[in-house]
């Protein structure tokens, strides 16, 4: 299955990496493409300090670090074991970052308990768009009225060509080439109308959105911004 594959991949990624920026999959970004991303999400989602935050797929805490002092409260969770023992270090300092290991598609949240919700990079890891309705159910039932919630970097299907002749022509070993286009292609790739209709069909209000044009996945990702209605 295709959510055990990356589970497998990212548990994997926790134990052999050191560098907080593979751990979490932000692989060689510069500091400042990493600081253009989290202020992009942080503007889309309209972060306030009253806010109770949701982050899915939490990685290895880099979003909870740059938000600890911009909301309220941030609750996290991980498919990945691994990736919440890193998280759970890198954060413990933090007295409003709660982080579990969860899976998307059974959030241990009450209903209507959040105000935002990032899912950043996350629901290409899913196996097919019937989970993907199933997680914006879950997201959905855990969120307030008016809450706004990014499903952030999701991969086009009409880039996914140009983003795979993109490896090749990079100085890197075969190998390494191989390997990324191999993960390439045990994600899910999306047309935009298709996650648009999804949630307008669980009942969002939806809007697709460019990525920040200094980070480069802007090239062949894009954003989807829910709202909740009531």
Known sequence: MNSEYWKNHWNKSAKE???IRFISG??????QEMLFAITDVAKKLGLKSEDRLLNIGCGAGLFEIAYTYWVKEI???DYSE?????????TKKYDNVTIEHGNMLNLPFADEFFDKVLVNSVIQCLNNLNEIEKAFREIKRVTKKQARI??????????????IK???KLNLPQEEIKRKISNINKALWFNNDELKNIGEKVGFKTRVLGMDRDVWQSRYYFDLLLVKGG
């Open 17 to 19: 990496h050191k560098d």
């Open 75 to 77: 609750y996290s969770i």
């Open 150 to 163: 990014l499903i952030s970097m999701n991969p086009d299907a009409s880039k996914k060509n140009s983003c």
């Open 166 to 168: 993109g490896y090749y």
């Open 26 to 31: 932000w692989g060689d970004r510069t500091f």
């Open 82 to 90: 691994e990736m919440v023992k890193i998280t759970k270090k890198i």
